[in-house]
């Protein structure tokens, strides 16, 4: 069975107190509403993973992510942050290979298998994401360029290792831009995605790896994106700093 998961990714937003009240906000909601069949994944800037994680406390159904760790194990890397130190403090996530990542940072497919196997040697579970820009949309040669970024940067890994890996389809051009992907896009894409992991890895680990969706999605197209069958859930960006849009999100599914 595919785990639903809602995932939000603060990027570089809230203070610590704003932080600290939206995360009360959905554990409180995810209390009083019982919320079992859908996980949130709160994935804010590094300094608060500790408090957040201690708010959350045991609450069923939400984790604690981080929005990146480093390809090393440790060392001299100066204002780096490595898995086994996130493990250490029980996060439990960690978004690797956002697109800010891989364009700003220079990220390359060779870097991110790193950080893959990085986190999944400390027991995170790599929340991966891939798309393309609007130039190779519009050229047409989408699906290609996506299922690269998999073969790249997953495909040298373990069966084992990765079914352990959550999967985020963002298209660029839909992050951050209020123009999201159709959901017969998204879905034309997950299928495709997850048919080419099964040439890989067999139908099996193919039909258990969840696959998000990421780009502009809201309270308002959560609902129909959420309805498709190969999208399992979503990572949020601007929605998810709002306590009520990112819940509306969580019931809708
Ligand atoms: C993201 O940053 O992963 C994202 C999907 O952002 P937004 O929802 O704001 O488009």
Redesign the pocket.
């Known amino acids: 069975m595919r785990k639903k998961i809602i995932a939000g990714?603060w990027?570089m937003n809230l203070t610590f107190d704003e932080g600290q009240k939206l995360t009360s906000e959905i554990v409180n909601m995810y209390k009083d509403e019982k919320i079992k069949d859908v996980i949130a994944v709160l994935n804010p800037p590094f300094p608060h993973l500790f408090p957040v994680k201690k708010l959350v406390g045991d609450t069923p159904g939400i984790f604690v992510g981080a929005q990146n760790c480093s390809d090393k194990e440790s060392g001299a890397f100066t204002g780096e942050v490595s898995a086994k130190i996130l493990a250490s403090f029980g996060v439990n996530y960690v978004?690797i290979g956002?697109?800010?990542r891989r364009e700003y940072f220079k990220e390359s497919n060779e870097m991110l298998a790193e950080k893959v196997k990085a986190a999944l040697a400390n027991g995170l579970t790599p929340i991966f994401?891939c798309g393309e820009s609007l130039d190779i949309r519009n050229a047409g040669t989408h699906e290609p360029n996506v299922k690269f970024q998999l073969t790249d940067s997953l495909f040298n890994l373990s069966a084992s290792d990765f079914a352990k890996v959550v999967i985020?389809y963002?298209p660029i051009w839909?992050?951050?831009?209020?123009k999201t992907a159709t959901s017969d896009e998204a879905q034309e894409m997950h299928l495709a995605l997850r048919r080419h992991i099964a040439t890989k890895y067999g139908k099996d680990i193919a039909n258990n790896i969840s696959i998000l969706y990421?780009?502009?999605?809201?309270a308002g197209n959560a609902a129909d994106l959420l309805s498709k069958p190969d999208v399992d859930g979503?990572?949020?960006?601007?929605?998810?700093l709002k306590s009520r849009d990112f819940l509306e999100i969580i019931k809708s599914y």
């Open positions: 990714n990027k978004i956002h697109s800010e994401c985020a963002e839909a992050i951050g831009t209020g990421g780009g502009s999605m809201n979503g990572l949020i960006g601007g929605a998810s």
